[in-house]
């Protein structure tokens, strides 16, 4: 049996709102899309997902890099965030702008880089072995 690309990734979706509630994670990523388009075509789903599972969700139209994840996993490409409390996504938002105004003043050295990282891990609910794993594992950082 074949399982369609927008099923799998709806079914990731389910998992991880399940996740976000159980309090496994406080943030969760849906799968990158390509196009603002497909990730808009789940919105109606995510939004069914969150109303059962009692999480929100936040469009992501701005990905963020950093070296926890390889770039081609994340850059031009479309997101949906599912968590709990609104204080999580503006720490999340708030790690964002951290990192723009340190490329902006030119102060994103390499230990900010590995420090905004790690942080980002930890609001995905990561262990430190596993973000130790993902930083070492990514070969394909931003420039």
């Excluded at 890099?65 to 490409?77: A, E, H, Q, Y």
């Excluded at 030119?106 to 930890?122: L, N, S, V």
Aim: aromatic share 12%; glycine share 6%.
């Amino acid at each position: 049996m074949t399982i369609d690309k927008f099923s799998y990734k709806l079914g990731a979706a389910d998992c991880f709102c399940e996740m976000v509630r159980a309090g496994v994670k406080k943030l969760a990523l849906a799968h990158p899309c390509d196009s603002k388009e497909e990730r808009d075509g789940f919105l109606p789903e995510f939004e069914k997902l969150c109303e059962e599972y009692g999480v929100k969700l936040y469009p992501e139209d701005d990905a963020f890099i950093t070296d926890l994840f390889p770039v081609s996993m994340n850059k031009g490409r479309y997101n949906a965030i599912f968590y709990q409390e609104d204080a999580v996504l503006q720490a999340y938002l708030d790690l964002k702008e951290e990192k723009r105004r340190a490329q902006a003043q030119g102060e994103y050295t390499p230990e900010k880089r590995r420090d905004i990282a790690w942080r980002y891990g930890k609001l995905l609910s990561y262990t430190d072995e596993g973000i130790e794993r993902l930083l070492a594992a990514n070969k394909e950082r931003e420039e």
